[in-house]
C-alpha cells in the first residue's frame, strides 16, 4: 500500500471507530475525550481550556454541557426515542429534564426534516435554554398516528449546564526556519457526523503526520482544532496580535471527505497568497473546482476575516456544507466519507500548504521610509534624478507589506522575478526585510 494510502487510512479508521460515536458539542466531555484521542497519536498536541462564562470580543464561553442519557417513554411502556442509539436523537445543549407531557407538548419539542423522511437532523440550542429531541420523519409519522391527543409520554433528559466548565481545543506547531506561519484550522464540535465534523481532523491529522517529517520546512505550520465559531472567537481573542504579525495564509478545513465535487472559499476580496495558492493547487492537480462566494460563508472563514480579524485564511471543502443533502443530519455519515474522498481533501491541501511553504512574502521591518543614505543605498549629494536602481528599491519597499510575494511585487514595480529576486536579497542583507 503507498504510503499516502496507508496514511489516510490509519486516520480514517481512527476518526471511524473511535472519533465517530462520540457525542461531541462546544464544550464538554466529548470534545475532551476528542482531543485526548488526536494527541495519543501527536503527542505534541497541547490542549487548552477557558473558563465558562469569559467575555471574547463580543461573546461569552457558555456554561459547559454533558449529558449522561435522554429518551422518551410511551404510554406502553416502550422508550420510542432513545439517545443512546443516536446521539442525534437529542437537540445539541438540551436542559435537564423529568416530566409526564401530553402529546402536543411533545410535538412542539420534536424536530424532524418533511422532504427527508428517513434522515434524523442535528438541531442545537446553544444559547438559548431549551430541550427537544430529533427523529426522522418516518417515525414522527407513526407517532402522530400512533397516539391520541390525551396520551402522555414520560421525558427524561440527564444533562447538566456548569457555570463553573470549561471550553476546550487543541493547539499544534510544526516549528519551521521562519517565523512566518501557515494556520491550518478544523472543528470538533459536532456529534456523530462524518463529513460536516470529522473530515476536517481527518485531513488534518493527515497533514501533521506528512509535514512533521520534512526537514527545514521554510515556514512554520499550525494546526488547530477548535470547536467551531466560538472557538475560533475564543482563541483569535487571546492570540490575535501574534497571528496578525506572523500568519501568512492558512485554511479553514471542513466538509474535505466526500467524492463529490472540489470547491472552495476566497477569502473576502479573493487577493491573499492563501487565494492564490489554493487556485495554484487545483490548477497543477488538474481538478474541477467551484469557488463560492464570501457571501456564501458558514464556518470560521467568518471569524478570521472579520474586520480588525482579517487573517488571510480561505476556505477548503469537497463539497460546501448546506450544499449536499446529507449535511447536518445522520446521513453523513462513513459511506458519504471515503477514504479516496479524504485523499482528494488531502492532495489539494496539502499542494497549497507547499505553495505557501515556497512563497516568498517579505515584510519591512522598518517603520515609514528607511534612512537609505546611511545604508549606502541612497546617494548622499542630492541630484536632479535619483538613479534608477534607487528607485527599484524604493518601489519594492512600498509594497513590502508582508501580503504580497515577490512575483506580485515583480508585476507591480514592472521587473523581472530575477531583478526583483536580487533587490529582496540586497534588502535582507541590509537588514529592512524580512
Not at 517565523?179 to 456529534?191: D, F, M, N, R, V
Not at 476580496?269 to 492564490?276: I, L, P, V
Not at 507589506?401 to 531583478?419: P, V
Request: aromatic residues 12%; contains cysteine; proline residues 4%.
Amino acid at each position: 500500500m503507498p504510503l499516502m494510502d496507508s496514511r489516510i487510512k490509519k486516520y480514517y479508521d481512527i476518526a471511524k471507530i473511535k472519533l465517530y460515536p462520540i457525542c461531541r458539542s462546544l464544550t464538554g466531555n466529548g470534545t475532551r475525550k476528542t482531543l485526548k484521542i488526536i494527541k495519543k497519536q501527536f503527542p505534541k498536541l497541547k490542549i487548552f481550556k477557558e473558563k465558562s462564562g469569559k467575555k471574547v470580543f463580543d461573546w461569552n464561553i457558555p456554561p459547559e454541557w454533558n449529558i449522561q442519557n435522554a429518551y422518551v417513554i410511551d404510554k406502553f411502556g416502550n422508550k420510542i426515542i432513545d439517545f443512546k442509539k443516536n446521539n442525534l436523537h437529542i437537540v445539541g445543549y438540551s436542559i435537564p429534564v423529568n416530566k409526564k407531557i401530553k402529546k402536543d407538548e411533545l410535538f412542539k419539542h420534536l424536530h424532524s426534516i418533511p422532504n427527508q423522511p428517513k434522515a434524523i437532523p442535528y438541531i442545537t440550542s446553544y444559547y438559548k435554554r431549551y430541550w427537544g429531541f430529533c427523529v426522522s420523519d418516518e417515525k414522527k409519522k407513526l407517532f402522530q398516528k400512533k397516539y391520541g391527543k390525551y396520551d402522555k409520554f414520560k421525558v427524561v433528559i440527564k444533562s447538566s449546564l456548569n457555570k463553573f466548565g470549561h471550553l476546550n481545543y487543541g493547539e499544534l506547531l510544526i516549528k519551521g526556519k521562519s517565523q512566518q506561519e501557515i494556520l491550518i484550522s478544523t472543528y470538533i464540535c459536532h456529534p456523530s457526523m462524518a463529513n460536516n465534523e470529522l473530515s476536517g481532523p481527518i485531513v488534518s491529522m493527515c497533514l501533521i503526520d506528512y509535514f512533521k517529517k520534512i526537514k527545514n520546512l521554510e515556514k512554520s505550520i499550525r494546526f488547530l482544532f477548535i470547536p467551531e465559531t466560538i472557538g475560533s472567537i475564543t482563541y483569535l481573542s487571546k492570540n490575535l496580535d501574534y497571528l496578525k504579525n506572523n500568519i501568512i495564509g492558512g485554511y479553514n478545513l471542513s466538509c474535505v471527505g466526500d467524492e463529490k465535487n472540489h470547491s472552495c472559499m476566497f477569502t473576502k476580496y479573493n487577493n491573499t497568497q492563501s487565494d492564490k495558492a489554493l487556485f495554484i493547487a487545483y490548477k497543477k492537480l488538474r481538478l474541477k473546482f467551484k469557488v463560492y462566494s464570501f457571501l456564501k460563508r458558514g464556518s470560521d472563514e467568518r471569524q478570521y476575516c472579520s474586520p480588525g480579524v482579517d487573517l488571510p485564511i480561505a476556505s477548503i471543502f469537497r463539497t460546501k456544507y448546506g450544499e449536499y443533502p446529507e449535511y447536518h443530519t445522520s446521513l453523513d455519515n462513513f459511506k458519504l466519507v471515503t477514504k479516496k474522498g479524504i485523499k482528494g481533501g488531502f492532495k489539494v491541501t496539502k499542494k497549497a500548504i507547499e505553495i505557501l511553504l515556497k512563497t516568498i512574502i517579505p515584510k519591512n521591518k522598518i517603520i515609514c521610509e528607511p534612512q537609505m543614505g546611511k545604508r549606502n543605498l541612497y546617494p548622499s549629494i542630492s541630484t536632479k534624478k535619483p538613479k534608477k536602481n534607487t528607485r527599484n528599491l524604493m518601489n519594492f519597499l512600498q509594497y513590502c507589506d508582508g501580503k504580497n510575494s515577490l512575483k506580485d511585487i515583480s508585476k507591480q514595480i514592472k521587473l523581472s522575478d530575477i531583478q526583483t529576486k536580487k533587490i529582496y536579497l540586497l534588502l535582507k542583507k541590509n537588514k529592512l526585510v524580512e
